[in-house]
């Protein structure tokens, strides 16, 4: 099948702009160094954040399975009990972050983004610490699943990451292992989805890096693509190109 015919056969895995446009959350991880191009924190969107309006009255009183949790992460006071304070700080998260429904309950898929974006935080500058994306490739953009990271490195060295990404959803997953890019087109458009999908770079069939304009951190994830914040994907088009490769790996949360 040429170029033409298998982007047109990737509607199947194609990423979804899922979520809510507000990203910032109380963490970052930022790459220093003179030979590193400087990532933007995971919490930070590249566009403005519309400040959300909490609509304090549908607040819940109840207090989730994972309100402790909720509390350590948000800097809240730990007592296990739902304040009116909790519930309005665990609201704001969750329509921050796409998750749904956003009345401040502390459940298991809060807990699960919560958790996500702490394993996120700890891979500080080194994600590449277990070695698991290959340093013998030269250029190489590497997709962690398990902790929804990726990075541009060359050799062992850092380029550009990590960055939050959200890859494909159960039954829908991103097909790990070593892949190229081999078609880019900075305005794809989905004929099946209809919806677009600036700065696409095809590795795998349909699967390809492309910027979203909601949350990555929105459940459930995307159709196989790996979804990207506008200006991360926008600085992968700078750094990659036809020929590089890319390697998934890992296993992403609830697949």
Same mark, same amino acid.
């Given at each position: !099948?040429?170029?033409?015919?298998?982007?047109?056969? &990737?509607?199947?895995?194609?990423?979804?702009?899922? $979520?809510?446009?507000? !990203? +910032?959350?109380?963490?970052?991880?930022?790459?220093?160094?003179?030979? #590193? +191009?400087?990532?933007?924190?995971?919490?930070?969107?590249?566009?403005?954040? @519309?400040?959300?309006?909490?609509?304090?009255?549908?607040?819940?009183? @109840?207090?989730?399975?994972?309100? #402790? #949790?909720?509390?350590?992460f948000l800097g809240r006071p730990v007592d296990g009990r739902q304040s009116r304070a909790d519930?309005?700080?665990?609201?704001?998260?969750?329509?921050? &972050? %796409?998750?749904?429904?956003?009345?401040?309950?502390? $459940?298991?898929?809060?807990?699960?983004?919560?958790?996500?974006?702490?394993? #996120?935080?700890?891979?500080?500058?080194? /994600?590449?610490?277990?070695?698991?994306?290959?340093?013998?490739?030269?250029?190489?953009?590497?997709?962690?699943? @398990?902790?929804?990271?990726?990075?541009?490195?060359?050799?062992?060295?850092?380029?550009?990451?990590?960055?939050?990404?959200?890859?494909?959803?159960?039954?829908?997953? @991103?097909?790990? %292992?070593?892949?190229?890019?081999?078609?880019?087109?900075?305005?794809?458009?989905?004929?099946?989805?209809?919806?677009?999908?600036?700065?696409?770079?095809?590795?795998?069939?349909?699967?390809?890096?492309?910027?979203?304009?909601?949350?990555?951190?929105?459940? /459930?994830?995307?159709?196989?693509?790996?979804? !990207?914040?506008? %200006?991360?994907?926008?600085?992968?088009?700078?750094?990659?190109?036809?020929?590089?490769?890319?390697?998934?790996?890992?296993?992403?949360? $609830?697949?």
């Open positions: !099948m040429g170029v033409v015919g298998a982007i047109r056969s &990737h509607g199947r895995r194609v990423g979804v702009a899922l $979520g809510l446009a507000g !990203m +910032a959350v109380p963490l970052a991880v930022a790459v220093a160094g003179p030979a #590193q +191009a400087q990532a933007r924190p995971l919490g930070r969107s590249a566009s403005t954040v @519309t400040p959300v309006s909490v609509a304090a009255s549908s607040c819940t009183t @109840t207090a989730g399975p994972y309100q #402790q #949790q909720a509390e350590r519930c309005l700080a665990i609201q704001k998260f969750q329509i921050d &972050h %796409g998750v749904s429904p956003t009345i401040g309950y502390a $459940g298991p898929i809060t807990s699960r983004v919560m958790s996500l974006i702490s394993a #996120q935080k700890a891979a500080g500058h080194n /994600p590449n610490a277990a070695r698991n994306c290959p340093t013998d490739k030269g250029r190489i953009a590497c997709v962690d699943l @398990t902790r929804q990271l990726s990075w541009v490195q060359d050799g062992s060295r850092l380029v550009y990451g990590p960055v939050p990404v959200r890859s494909g959803r159960d039954r829908f997953e @991103t097909r790990t %292992g070593l892949k190229r890019i081999y078609w880019r087109n900075i305005n794809h458009w989905s004929t099946l989805y209809k919806v677009a999908m600036p700065y696409s770079q095809f590795f795998d069939g349909g699967q390809a890096f492309h910027s979203i304009d909601g949350s990555v951190w929105s459940p /459930p994830g995307s159709h196989g693509c790996v979804n !990207m914040r506008k %200006g991360d994907a926008k600085k992968y088009w700078g750094l990659l190109k036809n020929g590089d490769d890319v390697y998934v790996y890992g296993r992403k949360p $609830g697949t």
